[in-house]
């Protein structure tokens, strides 16, 4: 009798957690292919740099525009930049950064394996004694826990940078008092949580695009289902982890608010 496709994802899920164990046991004390590392890394990095420049630019004005309108209502024009960064720097970038990773990126590893592995390119590595794990999986692993840090830092400085375009020239607020107000309300655990975070996304994309091509039977049409499955899985991955990953780091109540007014 024929799995169900929800049984079949939950075998394939169910497999996607021993990679990840076998992954971070194969990265502690295997064998690192710095080529390989090293083009996953361009591929993370500086090829998922220009949408998700346009995206968190775009994001950080919409989000001015929506938050700048109503506090100036209420005579907190000072605090729209503060607003801003706290929102960008906990939630926005991290999540909107790996969001952009997923699609772009996540769902490359999965038609890259899932065409190695119907086309019997991952049995030829067993033959050649090479561990699909350390050749194909770590570097890509470790890539995107590196790169995607960096590109929600970067997430974070071009959606504060599109805010305080908006705030000064629709909104009249003056430059300083924008960026006094970012520097007020965000600190250094703001910029560690975010890279946390971001950390935490990349490995979960990389994990399940490599494990759900790993797993891809039925040749091209096999490929494209695990393609489309990989990113939906990564998506609800990063939102549900980042639920915990919230409740965890910001427990407690806040102060950004009572510093930055």
């Known amino acids: 009798m024929a799995k169900s496709s929800f049984a079949k994802w939950i075998?394939?899920?169910?497999?996607?957690?021993?990679?990840?164990?076998?992954?971070?046991?194969h990265a502690i004390g295997g064998k690192l292919h710095r080529r390989n590392l090293l083009e996953q890394m361009t591929a993370v990095g500086p090829g998922s740099l220009p949408i998700n420049t346009l995206t968190a630019g775009f994001v950080g004005m919409v989000f001015t525009i929506q938050v700048a309108r109503e506090f100036l209502n209420f005579g907190a024009g000072s605090a729209v930049g503060g607003v801003l960064a706290v929102a960008l720097s906990r939630e926005l970038a991290?999540?909107?950064?790996?969001?952009?990773?997923?699609?772009?990126?996540?769902?490359?590893?999965?038609?890259?394996?899932?065409?190695?592995?119907?086309?019997?390119?991952?049995d030829a590595l067993y033959i050649l004694r090479t561990d699909p794990i350390d050749y194909l999986v770590i570097p890509r692993f470790l890539a995107c826990c590196v790169m995607v840090p960096i590109l929600t830092l970067f997430s974070l400085f071009i959606g504060l940078a599109g805010g305080l375009l908006i705030s000064t020239t629709m909104y009249g607020i003056a430059q300083n008092v924008f960026l006094d107000s970012v520097r007020n309300f965000i600190?250094?655990?703001?910029?560690?949580?975010?890279?946390?975070?971001?950390?935490?996304?990349?490995g979960l994309i990389a994990v399940i695009g490599c494990s759900w091509g790993l797993t891809t039977t039925g040749g091209a049409k096999g490929v494209g289902e695990s393609t489309t499955t990989a990113v939906v899985t990564a998506l609800l991955a990063i939102f549900v982890s980042n639920f915990f990953l919230s409740w965890l780091m910001f427990q407690g109540p806040g102060s950004s608010l009572s510093q930055g007014l």
Request: glycine share 14%; proline share 2%.
């Open 11 to 25: 075998d394939r899920s169910i497999a996607a957690l021993f990679l990840g164990g076998q992954t971070i046991i």
């Open 94 to 122: 991290p999540v909107l950064t790996a969001v952009v990773v997923a699609g772009r990126v996540g769902s490359a590893f999965a038609a890259e394996l899932g065409t190695m592995q119907v086309t019997e390119q991952i």
């Open 187 to 202: 600190g250094i655990w703001d910029l560690i949580a975010a890279s946390i975070k971001a950390g935490v996304f990349g």
